[in-house]
């Protein structure tokens, strides 16, 4: 069985920093996906950023961008630039690819932007 | 309209009785999935199916029951709720190939039971 998880309970940081979130897991697998979803109050699930394992490397999305480590099995989220509406909670997930492929998620960040 | 839809959005129910959650997709979709969100706990999966005649246990599956109607449509049953039921509960959609691994997420149902 697969688990994710996140130290970080909570943080913040001013609005146009840098903030890094972090993400270990723990698998047997050689082949599965990795992602992060921002739930903002709305409690939307979004999609921020995937990361597939055999991909060297690191995915980007505008001001979103990994560091995964595959042998560390450590998997954070960096956000640039900060703006408010990036206050939202943060969770990392796990998917195994190829049969049976369902979420394993973290425990979530709870991330706010000071103005 | 949403792609996945979630009824009811909220609920306040009494311990004891029966509630349904229903999901329903308009993305063609034929894997669908249950998750519950507590606080301090992240997402837990609950049930999941792949195709209609396909229904699979998750890691949290005492207490409740799943029917999956139709290709479109995956419902969530707790026969008798109980307080520790109270949570947000997640219905998410994903292709029968998930190329990209990407699930789809409705709005949530957040349920308390009293």
């Known amino acids: 069985a697969q688990t994710v998880t996140q130290s970080q309970p909570e943080m913040s940081v001013q609005e146009a920093e840098t903030v890094t979130l972090s993400c270990t897991y723990d698998?047997?697998?050689?082949?599965?996906?990795l992602f992060w979803y921002k739930q903002p109050p709305s409690r939307q699930m979004i999609l921020v950023i995937r990361?597939?394992?055999?991909?060297?490397q690191n995915a980007t999305e505008n001001r979103f961008s990994v560091n995964f480590q595959k042998a560390a099995k450590s998997f954070s989220l960096k956000i640039s630039d900060s703006q408010l509406g990036d206050t939202a909670m943060y969770f990392c997930?796990?998917?195994?690819?190829?049969?049976?492929?369902?979420?394993?998620f973290g425990t979530g960040t709870r991330l706010t932007i000071i103005p | 309209d949403a792609d996945v839809t979630q009824t009811p959005r909220n609920r306040i129910t009494k311990t004891g009785k029966r509630i349904m959650l229903e999901c329903s997709q308009t993305?063609?979709?034929?894997?669908m999935y249950w998750y519950r969100q507590d606080p301090g706990l992240g997402l837990r999966l609950i049930y999941y199916?792949?195709?209609?005649?396909?229904?699979n246990k998750g890691e949290i599956s005492d207490g409740y029951s799943v029917s999956r109607q139709a290709q479109a449509k995956f419902s969530l049953s707790l026969e008798s709720a109980i307080p520790n039921q109270t949570a947000l509960y997640f219905c998410?959609?994903?292709?029968?190939?998930?190329?990209?691994?990407?699930?789809?997420f409705g709005e949530g149902s957040r349920l308390t039971v009293l």
């Open positions: 199916s792949f195709d209609v005649k396909d229904i």
């Open positions: 990361q597939e394992a055999y991909k060297q």
């Open positions: 998410a959609t994903g292709p029968a190939r998930l190329n990209t691994g990407e699930l789809f």
């Open positions: 997930a796990f998917m195994k690819r190829f049969g049976n492929e369902k979420l394993t």
């Open positions: 993305k063609g979709h034929d894997r």
């Open positions: 698998t047997s697998e050689s082949n599965y996906y």
